[in-house]
């Protein structure tokens, strides 16, 4: 590191320069506000008007609220509350101030839980974001399109995944379930045709190895396209990323237990406290849990999982403030019944093409319950921020993130009755092979470092947004993978030795005949970045946004433990653009974009000629319109875009023990989000993508195909709720909607043929009952038992119907 520490000094002079240059150039103010009931609690989720500009906020957890450049000049505040009082009160801007306002409510904490419960606003819009940009803009100021899923979305839905959560994201697939190995990031899913994982948390490493739980979430960002820009590469994908934003700390005691049970033996406990530790409310606490135990639609399977985390705030003073939290997991779980295709078999050996043809029987597991692994995962966090004066702020933030994993996780192919049975061209697809392919005391760790400056300030008439980051991150993986072939069998009707694949006949047959393959890990790299993004307002209605990454990769090789060292390193530096346009013709309400989104990914190895491999770039072009229409109560974001892969390493055609780089791929398409609020108590979210991927240079068995790894090529999903908000009845309400996903290829080769994933429509429904001090919950997932699956050049059959009751006590 040392040998780049003077252009680390530079660049951190760099981020220093604006605010020396800029800061005391601002001519705007600032009105910063909380809102308290009558009996002093804190007012969260109740909208703010100020009467002039017409321009609305809602207040946070712990009830303050945020106006920004404000022109000079004498406002009214007003917030109106159905069956109360209006509060009104008068504030005065001054240039380059802030006008600090507490607003007190006629109305209890208690009472007003049940007003919000049954608000006019709609408490599924975000419109702005803190992580997107790593600066808080709102939507319809951002050229990158992304998708935000709130916790008031979840409850209505009794979700309590991340991998359920995602199903109101547009375009977004589920291809793998989390496998729980160490290093992993939960599930798998398929964004603008690249493969993408849950690794981000509050915007930094937040891998969770299992499948993770909903319990700590306040909403999920799911950021569309190539993100290395302000992310890097270690944890984003060209498709995009995930963006686990966690629950804070509010200023009074409150909180809620909730337990949910249903079909396959799911049982689920989980709390949420809040209080605060002192007098003043300047420390406070917040601690989430849960335990989540689900079994199977199949004879065998289950997954069982304890999670902890606790969250403290320290308000120093005005200026100086500290978070702490930290994310502790543990669970165990068994295989994911995931069919593979051996190497090199033809689809049409199998005797279909389609995996609703397969003779696989749905509903067994083919393995026993004690071929199960344990993983446990810690995340580490901590935040200062120090607020310089109005304009400028500055963050330290400090992840790590340490995931383990042991134990057997089994799998299968898919055999052509040829290669099962040794009789010549017999065609047919009546027998699978039982594989294992375990992790013994496997390790992950990252760890982190970030410090970024934010600011707002003018130059002249022109308001610039600013960030400027330093980012180190490093990953140790310490694993060994290994296996074997256990046995083949036919998958229907009475199977002799079905039971026989259970933990104690695998260790016979390690102990007896080895490991058939195994595969030791053990890197360490280290990433060095710099990156600065500014959004300049050339007018009120006219912003422009441009960045710059600058990131040196660092690969120590892998560890020869004969030698002691590393082995086999390698250094690059990528540099990382991102530019955007945003015009409103109509201010607040229409945002015409366009954006130009750099991704990266870096390659080791030489051609045949010994140069050197550069890291692979993917560039993104997209444009649409962003709407925020009728007060908020209706959002919308229409996009279309084109992503080209370049530098893809392949295997060279004219030297077969040496690859070339000179692949390149091409993703397109087009999606639409909306949601909206058009009457009170009616909520609706829907989503539409389609997808055109190609390999436009490659391999020539897949030159001009769908790459086997980019999902359904159109998605929908729809949610549709409605909650009465007056009578007898208030606070009741019901649910609907569902996800659809076209024919997906898991397999598409010129040589080998292609094998279809059916297209299938599953739909889902609730109906919930929710006051001040209770939530009662019903769910039925899967309503028609449909039979179908997802895959990641996989077969992987999905859960059928199933019904989940909650209860939940707040307080």
Known sequence: ?????????????????????????????????????????????????????????????????????????????????????????????????????????????????????????????????????????????????????????????????????????????????????????????????????????????????????????????????????????????????????????????????????????????????????????????RVNTAYNYEGSFRDNGFNKNFSFSPSLSYRINDRLSFLFDAEFSTGQNTGLGVYFFPFNQRVAALGTDRADKLSIDYKRSYASNDLYQTARNTNLYGMMTYKINEQWKMSTHIAATNSYSDGPSPYFYLLSDEAATGVKGAVGNNYISRNDQFTKDSRDNIIEIQHNFNGDFKIGNLRNRFVGGLDFFQQKSNQFFGGGAYDTIRTTGTIPGYGNFNRRNLDTLYNNHGYASTYPIRLMTNTYSAYVSDLLNITDNLMVLAALRIDYFDNKGNFNEAAGTYQGGYQQTALSPKFGIIYQPVKEKVSLFANYQNGFSNKTGADKNGNGFKPEQANQIEGGVKLLLLDGKITSTISVYNIKVKNIVRADPSAPNFSIQNGTQVSKGAEVEIIANPVRGLNIVAGYAYNDATFVEGEASVTGLRPSTAGSPTMANLWVSYRISTGVARGLGIGFGGNYASDNKVVNDHALGAFILPAYTVLNGSIFYEQARFRFGLKMDNITNKKYWIGYTTVNPQPLRSVTGSIAFKF
């Not at 990158?144 to 199903?167: E, G, P």
């Open 1 to 285: 590191m040392s040998k780049h520490a003077g252009l680390m000094m530079i660049l951190s002079f760099f981020f220093l320069l604006p605010y020396t240059l800029f800061a005391a150039d601002e001519q705007n103010g600032v009105i910063k506000g909380k809102l308290v009931t009558t009996d002093g609690k804190a007012a969260a989720d109740v909208v703010v008007l100020l009467k002039e500009t017409n321009e609305t906020t809602v207040s946070d957890a712990d009830g303050t609220f945020v106006f920004e450049q404000v022109k000079p000049g004498t406002y009214q505040l007003e917030v109106t509350l159905m069956g109360y009082n209006t509060v009104t009160e008068q504030v005065t801007v001054q240039t380059g101030k802030t006008t600090q306002v507490k607003l007190k409510l006629d109305v209890s904490s208690k009472a007003l839980k049940e007003v919000v419960i049954t608000g006019s606003h709609n408490k599924l819009i975000k419109t702005t974001s803190q992580d997107v940009a790593k600066m808080p803009i709102k939507n319809l100021e951002n050229p990158q399109v992304y998708s935000t899923i709130t916790k008031d979305l979840l409850q209505q839905q009794l979700v309590f995944s991340v991998d359920d959560a995602l199903r109101n994201a547009p375009g977004l697939a589920r291809m793998w379930d989390a496998t729980g190995r160490g290093g992993d990031g939960g599930g798998y899913y398929n964004m603008r045709g690249f493969i993408v994982q849950s690794k981000l948390r509050n915007g930094l490493a937040g891998n969770v190895t299992a499948k993770i739980d909903a319990y700590n979430l306040e909403s999920v960002e799911v950021i569309k396209g190539p993100s290395a820009t302000l992310f890097g590469n270690n944890l984003t994908s060209y498709g995009g990323l995930i963006n686990r934003v966690t629950k804070k700390p509010y200023d009074h005691f409150g909180g809620e237990v909730s337990y949910a049970m249903g079909s396959y033996g799911f049982n689920r406990v989980s709390a949420d406290v809040n209080t605060p530790l002192d007098k003043a409310n300047d420390v406070l606490l």
